[in-house]
């Protein structure tokens, strides 16, 4: 049971850590996003790892060139599929956007893992019980993204002609590469397993602390080298020192420790659900983000002015997430 609440905890975390987008005054999005991506997948990750984890450098020369490799290039994936997620919005709109990329990240996240474990079956009422819950909560976040689309003025109506086209194609891939987050922390807590660095305990092994810094390091770099890339080449880094940017930088440091605890958290409590906690914990986590920003969304007025029939789509939506969450619950049980 305390698994399952360190899931949903990591979903509130990750759902809350991005609140300084929208109460920053002088840094933009790239200013943010350039500071937000070294501290929190680069220099915080490393920081655990020097403070807590025994003989860390040991275990980096005992792990293969190519198995590091491997999960750097799972972290490279994770930092285009981040970046394709804007893209995609931009171009078609939160409604289409957002619920073609979650959509695809709840299903491939969750049966992805079962098939490479070879676990994937459906002989008993759990098995599609579990696979109704990822149906259902495809449907939450459908939902969740048309009531996002209503609120968004200043969105177009609707993506025609190329820019559909391009946007359609983007959005795919972005699905499809995002839930490399949950794949580089599962790949990185097997690659030392399969070296012979994991202790037969049954207890979480702070070493995977330093797969997960590789991976994320990997993420960091390509996410905020295009981020200073846009800054430099609109010529606003002068935002960076400007007046009011220590208390824009000081919410940053605060979105970037929310950001790695909600990942520490959600890779621990998911490496505790055991063999198949991945596939189970992902789409819960995915829901916790989706709800948790939807109550932000109400606490910081996002919703006003919103129809009545777009209000009532996200109440909807969140209540067809919590059911879909209480589904895959009872099927990943026994």
């Known amino acids: 049971m305390l698994s399952w609440i360190g899931v949903a905890v990591a979903g509130a975390l990750n759902g809350t850590f991005a ?23 680069c220099v915080f990750p490393w920081l655990y790892v020097f403070l807590s984890v025994p003989h860390w450098q040991a275990t980096l ?11 750097i290039g799972w972290g490279v994936l994770f930092g285009i599929a981040s970046l394709l997620y804007g893209v995609a919005v931009d ?23 079962l098939f490479w474990a070879g676990a994937f079956h459906l002989r008993t009422a759990r098995d599609w019980l579990f696979l109704t819950g990822l149906a259902v909560m495809v449907a939450g976040v459908i939902l969740c993204a048309q009531a996002g689309g209503s609120k968004t003025k ?66 960091a770099l390509l996410q905020a080298g295009f981020c200073f890339w846009r800054v430099i ?19 940053v440091v605060a979105m970037s420790t929310v950001w790695i605890a909600s990942v520490f958290l959600y890779g621990r409590s998911a490496f505790a659900l055991g063999r198949l906690g991945n596939s189970f914990g992902w ?12 109550a932000w969304g109400i606490i910081l007025g996002e919703w006003k002015g919103v129809s009545r029939a777009g209000f009532l789509r996200m109440i909807a939506g969140s209540a067809v997430l919590v059911l879909a969450a209480f589904l895959i619950g009872q099927g990943s049980r026994g």
């Open 61 to 71: 020369r005992a792990v293969p060139v190519s198995g590091w490799l491997g999960l």
């Open 19 to 41: 609140v300084p987008l929208k109460t920053t005054r002088t840094w933009k999005f790239h200013h943010i996003w350039t500071v937000h991506s070294l501290l929190a997948m």
């Open 233 to 251: 080449r609109a010529r606003q880094a002068g935002a960076w020192t400007a007046p009011g940017a220590q208390r824009d930088a000081a919410q």
């Open 283 to 294: 789409p819960i986590f995915i829901a916790l983000i989706i709800l948790t920003s939807n």
């Open 154 to 219: 200043a969105e177009p109506a609707a993506a025609t002609g190329a820019r559909f086209r391009k946007g359609l194609i983007i959005a795919l891939i972005g699905g499809v590469l995002a839930p490399t987050l949950n794949f580089g922390i599962q790949y990185g807590t097997s690659l030392l397993a399969r070296v012979g660095e994991m202790p037969g305990s049954a207890r979480f092994p702070l070493l995977i602390y330093l797969a997960w810094a590789i991976f994320l390091s990997a993420s």
């Open 91 to 113: 171009l078609l709109g939160i409604a289409l956007g957002f619920a073609i990329q979650l959509g695809l990240s709840i299903v491939l996240g969750s049966l992805l893992p």
